[in-house]
């Protein structure tokens, strides 16, 4: 079960940390990921963790960063220089065993 918080109504240039809590015993073997959906557009990926490795979508490589907490089961995803492109609703995502779990999502509105 994965559990997404702190989205919110932020203002151009504005930073946002979204969380993710996840249940498992084996939270630290997961390849995490956060993705989003604007409006009108189709699912995109965003960022995503894996061991030490991290990686993002071009749009938002040098304004986002992805890290975790394999002690409290759970990943973060810092946003700054938030952008009103930004604005959609993120969801984090696990891949494991060959499965990849979505979680509810979190709104992020970014005004001009």
């Known amino acids: 079960q994965l559990q997404a918080s702190g989205g919110g109504l932020v203002q151009a240039g504005d930073s946002l940390r979204l969380s993710c809590a996840a249940s498992?015993?084996?939270?630290?073997?997961?390849?995490m990921h956060w993705n989003r959906q604007g409006p009108g557009k189709e699912r995109e990926f965003v960022a995503g963790?894996?061991?030490?490795?991290?990686y993002y979508a071009d749009s938002v490589k040098g304004r986002f960063t992805i890290s975790r907490d394999n002690a409290k089961n759970t990943v973060y995803l810092q946003m700054n220089s938030l952008e009103p492109e930004d604005t959609a609703v993120y969801y984090c995502?696990?891949?494991?065993?060959?499965?990849?779990?979505w979680g509810q999502g979190t709104q992020v509105t970014v005004s001009s």
């Open positions: 995502a696990a891949a494991a065993g060959g499965a990849y779990y």
């Open positions: 498992g015993r084996t939270f630290s073997s997961y390849a």
């Open positions: 963790i894996s061991g030490d490795s991290t």
